[in-house]
């Protein structure tokens, strides 16, 4: 993954940590694939919330296609 591509998820990603740590969880970037997939690790209370993927296609898709209008998709792995 390019240092471009990764500083604008990570862009993306701190403009949502604030809403993750108010409920106790945390967002990880762990790679973005040649399909353009991100995948992420949840973290804190966000790993084993009910509403968690609501979130991820809701919020945290939303941020980093906003900035990353080619990524594909964003997963989220244990």
């Known amino acids: 993954m390019k240092a471009q591509v990764k500083d604008k998820i990570e862009e993306a990603l701190n403009s949502v940590r604030p809403f993750l740590a108010k409920d106790g969880g945390n967002v990880e970037l762990i790679d973005m694939d040649d399909n353009n997939v991100v995948t992420l690790k949840?973290?804190?209370?966000?790993?084993?919330?009910?509403?968690?993927?609501?979130?991820?296609?809701?919020?945290?898709?939303?941020?980093?296609?906003?900035?990353?209008?080619?990524?594909?998709?964003?997963?989220?792995?244990?």
């Open 42 to 78: 949840l973290l804190g209370a966000c790993s084993g919330c009910s509403m968690s993927h609501m979130t991820m296609k809701a919020g945290i898709e939303e941020a980093i296609k906003k900035v990353l209008p080619e990524v594909k998709s964003v997963i989220a792995i244990d």
